[in-house]
């Protein structure tokens, strides 16, 4: 008997946002302004989101953190966390 297959709908969420077109593997770049700058991109580009472009990017940064949990080492979480950050300067919030 074979398992079944496991759906991973976070990942299919992060891949088909209908808020955010993100770039293939962004969340892999180990540069957090990178992955900040991005983000900010696909925010303002898009004419789906529901809030503000800060808000929309902010929560799909948030939203990766919370789905990888505790899968997420270290060094991935620390530069996701700075991303964050980055997002801030980049939207004039910090």
Known sequence: MTKKAVRKWSARVTRESDALDLAPNLF?????????QSLKASAERSKRR?????????????????????????????????????????FGRE
Do not use: C, D, Q, V
Not at 28 to 36: C, T
Not at 50 to 60: G, L, N, Q, T, V
């Open 50 to 90: 529901k809030s503000s472009p800060f808000r929309s990017a902010m929560s799909m940064l948030t939203f990766y953190l919370n789905r990888a949990g505790k899968n997420l080492p270290a060094a991935r979480r620390r530069t996701i966390e700075r991303a964050k950050s980055e997002l801030r300067k980049a």
């Open 28 to 36: 892999e770049s180990k540069s957090p302004k990178r992955i900040a």
